[in-house]
């Protein structure tokens, strides 16, 4: 039976072009999970876009010497060239500087401001004494007064997982220029966590399925909850509906709050470009509906803690209830699939200390698949896990070349010669049955892998299938079977078939691939269907025009089942399917990437 799943990507941040670890956190795997999805039939919402507010954005357009919607509209238009080279299949990916996701915001704070679960406070906050600008709580770096680590932040430590506040901060001082920050009274809006303890707990309780690494640290988070600042001083966000806040010219919702609604006013934007303003209910308020958020270990208090009390309270379901909002009765995360740090030489990618290779620079040298393949069979899906050169280069030639573009080749290559088309087989020998039998069960195995999330396990147990049709083949020896050639098309066929099989088996990982493998297969039209950016229109405070990245991803031809390969079909000799890498470039990277040094 086809049900509704929810795919919410996280938002990159729209000051700078994504680099290697942030697509491995929030874009391959989303995009595999969806791919997957769909081919086997399930409808599949897939929304995200640029994170466009916030203090680090004003900071960044000060650097450049720009405005912050300058910047925005430049950093926005870098992204999505980057994710549809990297053929990420979004249903819709968009922009929180839109009035549609302005507007989302406001609803969605109404309904938890009626419903008490927000209030106002003064409290302390922090001023950087050169600008007067607030500083925004990742900004303000000190030693976290709980344990000690020296470089913990104002909104969290990294080392214990605890939330903090700036002003909690031992010696805090700011990220951008080391100054000690000025703490000054100021009113705010401060989101009631505690008052969803009971409520948080008993929803987590009941996620016995989530990887053991989110689920822990949502549970650890949710035994000590604390009031959350969601206002900021500053004028670049969305404005505050309430009197006395909507018109002041320093207010602003903080960041990270409006951001986690973007799933909610993405999913409302589609229905609205596609004319019926309500389909986004079907993946929010559908009880039969799924949904699954995708990003990087350091977001996980946003998605597992946070935004699920934003959804309780907007319910009505916090521990002090309340009325349901005006987006009706919606629905927590099914799954929140984090994902580990892809790391260089031992530490995080970072753009500020030159550890980074930038999306852009890395499809234009070695395409999108082999980027897909590393993530997804060497990425960090359950441990931080280093990226190197030499291991990037093994797995390209002697897996993807060597193995799967080796049997493609091979295969078409000798029905193509031999006999020009998709040959017919006679009684097959229990080598054809055995190998048949076990790419055919492969659909089973790699299916429940993914639809656990499970990425690594799903692609080993696709290329197993690929290793055992290569050592087949090699035994069958088709090549000499000259003088028995009802015997020849057999093997030819069996090999084949499992060429399409195990096609589809990897279409969710190497879609632009696929695509030329159902083509070298003598199939036409498309079969993996690929994004592409469209205008939207005028929309934004200050009237702007923004793009937004979609696809028709209903007539591609990808189905999750083993289906039989025409007989007689023409063939021609293909194309290589990946081109080796050069071994030294395992030694140093090409000439653009930052050098990487042992540990």
Wanted: contains cysteine; negative net charge.
């Amino acid at each position: 039976m086809s049900i509704p799943v929810l795919t919410a990507v996280a938002w990159p941040y729209a000051n700078g072009p994504r680099h290697i670890g942030h697509v491995s956190g929030f874009g391959v795997p989303s995009d595999v999970f969806s791919r997957y999805q769909r081919m086997v039939g399930n409808r599949v919402l897939m929304v995200s876009g640029t994170d466009e507010h916030g203090t680090p954005i004003q900071v960044q357009a000060d650097a450049e010497g720009t405005t912050p919607r300058e910047l925005v509209d430049r950093y926005s238009r870098v992204i999505q060239d980057d994710l549809v080279g990297l053929g990420l299949s979004y249903d819709l990916f968009t922009r929180t500087s839109t009035d549609n996701h302005h507007r989302v915001t406001q609803d969605l704070f109404t309904a938890l401001w009626n419903n008490g679960y927000v209030r106002t406070e003064k409290t302390l906050g922090a001023i950087s004494p050169s600008t007067g600008r607030t500083l925004p709580d990742r900004y303000v770096e000190g030693t976290c007064p709980i344990c000690g680590y020296p470089s913990a932040r104002g909104d969290q430590c990294d080392n214990c997982g605890n939330q903090l506040d700036p002003a909690d901060l031992i010696n805090p001082h700011s990220r951008i220029n080391g100054e000690t920050p000025q703490f000054v009274e100021t009113e705010h809006l401060l989101f009631d966590l505690p008052a969803f303890s009971k409520s948080l707990a008993s929803w987590l309780d009941t996620r016995t399925h989530w990887r053991p690494n989110v689920l822990n640290f949502s549970k650890r988070l949710a035994e000590d909850l604390k009031p959350r600042a969601i206002s900021r001083d500053l004028d670049w966000g969305v404005r505050i509906p309430l009197e006395g806040w909507r018109d002041a010219p320093m207010k602003r919702f903080y960041v990270w709050f409006d951001a986690v609604i973007g799933y909610l006013s993405a999913s409302v934007e589609w229905a609205a470009r596609t004319g019926d303003a309500d389909a986004w209910k079907q993946w929010w308020c559908d009880p039969e509906a799924q949904a699954y958020y995708f990003m990087g270990k350091d977001n996980i208090t946003f998605h597992s803690v946070m935004w699920p009390a934003f959804l309780l309270g907007q319910n009505g379901e916090g521990d002090r209830v309340g009325e349901v909002g005006s987006f009706g009765h919606l629905n927590l995360p099914t799954e929140v699939v984090s994902s580990e740090f892809l790391t260089m030489s031992g530490s995080k990618f970072s753009t500020s200390r030159g550890t980074v290779i930038y999306v852009g620079d890395f499809l234009r040298d070695f395409g999108p698949d082999a980027l897909r393949y590393f993530i997804s069979v060497a990425g960090p899906e359950n441990q931080d896990t280093d990226f190197t050169w030499d291991e990037f280069v093994r797995r390209t030639n002697f897996e993807l070349a060597n193995e799967w573009g080796n049997l493609v080749n091979r295969s078409v290559s000798m029905a193509a010669k031999n006999v020009g088309a998709v040959p017919e087989p006679s009684a097959p020998d229990p080598a054809d049955e055995a190998l048949l039998a076990q790419s055919r069960a492969a659909f089973a195995t790699v299916g429940d892998h993914l639809a656990r999330s499970r990425f690594k396990q799903a692609i080993g147990e696709a290329m197993r299938v690929v290793g055992e049709a290569n050592a087949y083949l090699s035994h069958q020896e088709p090549w000499k079977r000259k003088d028995d050639p009802a015997r020849r098309d057999t093997i030819l066929h069996t090999a084949l078939q499992v060429v399409q099989d195990a096609n589809t088996l990897l279409t969710p990982f190497l879609p632009h691939a696929a695509q030329k493998v159902h083509e070298a297969l003598g199939g036409t039209g498309v079969w993996a269907e690929q994004p592409h950016r469209e205008d939207a229109g005028t929309s934004g405070e200050l009237g702007t025009s923004h793009s937004v990245l979609t696809g028709d991803y209903a007539h591609e031809q990808a189905r999750w089942e083993s289906t039989p390969i025409p007989v007689g079909r023409p063939l021609a000799r293909p194309t290589p399917l990946f081109a080796k890498l050069d071994p030294s470039l395992g030694e140093t990277g090409p000439s653009w990437a930052p050098i990487q040094t042992g540990e």
